[in-house]
T-cell receptor, first 117, second 111 residues
Framework: EADIYQTPRYLVIGTGKKITLECSQT?????MYWYQQDPGMELHLIHY???????EKGDLSSESTVSRIRTEHFPLTLESARPSHTSQYLC????????????????FGNGTRLTVT | GQQLNQSPQSMFIQEGEDVSMNCTSS?????WLWYKQDPGEGPVLLIA?????ELTSNGRLTAQFGITRKDSFLNISASIPSDVGIYFC???FGYGQNFVFGPGTRLSVLP
């Protein structure tokens, strides 16, 4: 069973607010990811990290930023939320990319459902 | 970029029936993953496949890594109501590359 936690589960905020979505994992995984998903739709990778002090942009352009100061923690920040940011945000982690761990599957948290009014 | 197609997009079946869905790619993949997502939850890993031709089971679920390495199949036997959800496939075409996700197959089970 994967141990990856996201808070808050639900968040409703007004336009222009700064928010940080939290993600923590207790498995010691090096790789962590953020996906954006509209309800019932496909997942889009917005950020990922290979390890501490490593962050990369994903396939989908996003106005959010991430940081990776500790292995277990990968927060996502929106400096100024807009209604177009309304979506579900899923955090995931996997082992690797050390030798022998290239094929490790992703383990997901339960997501944060964000609504910007 | 890499794209995955899943079929069918949605399906309605009777409880007790078997289910079959597939995932195809225009590129050769070296890893296939199958996930199930319940409403409001994160995807949960069902089966991981690492070798062409590999057939792996997890309870009533069986998945296969296509021999061409461009497709994968997921079968569910004797469906039950809790099988309802969205099933996503994900594939990776190179070591160290990120996974690409399909658009999902929505499964409804009628009592």
């Amino acid at each position: 069973e994967a141990d990856i936690y996201q808070t808050p589960r639900y968040l409703v905020i007004g336009t222009g607010k700064k928010i940080t979505l939290e993600c923590s994992q207790t498995m010691g995984h090096d790789k962590m990811y953020w996906y954006q998903q509209d309800p019932g739709m496909e997942l889009h990778l917005i950020h990922y990290s290979y390890g501490v002090n490593s962050t990369e942009k994903g396939d989908l352009s996003s106005e959010s930023t991430v940081s990776r100061i500790r292995t277990e923690h990968f927060p996502l920040t929106l400096e100024s939320a807009r209604p177009s940011h309304t979506s579900q945000y899923l955090c995931a982690s996997s082992e690797g990319p050390r030798l022998g761990q290239f094929n490790s599957p992703l383990h997901f948290g339960n997501g944060t459902r964000l609504t910007v009014t | 970029g890499q794209q995955l197609n899943q079929s069918p997009q949605s399906m309605f079946i009777q409880e007790g029936e078997d289910v079959s869905m597939n995932c195809t790619s225009s590129s050769i993949f070296n890893t296939w993953l199958w996930y199930k997502q319940d409403p409001g939850e994160g995807p949960v890993l069902l089966i991981a496949l690492y070798k062409a031709g590999e057939l792996t089971s997890n309870g009533r679920l069986t998945a296969q890594f296509g021999i061409t390495r461009k497709d994968s199949f997921l079968n569910i036997s004797a469906s039950i109501p809790s099988d309802v959800g969205i099933y996503f496939c994900a594939g990776r075409f190179g070591y160290g590359q990120n996974f690409v996700f399909g658009p999902g197959t929505r499964l409804s089970v009628l009592p």
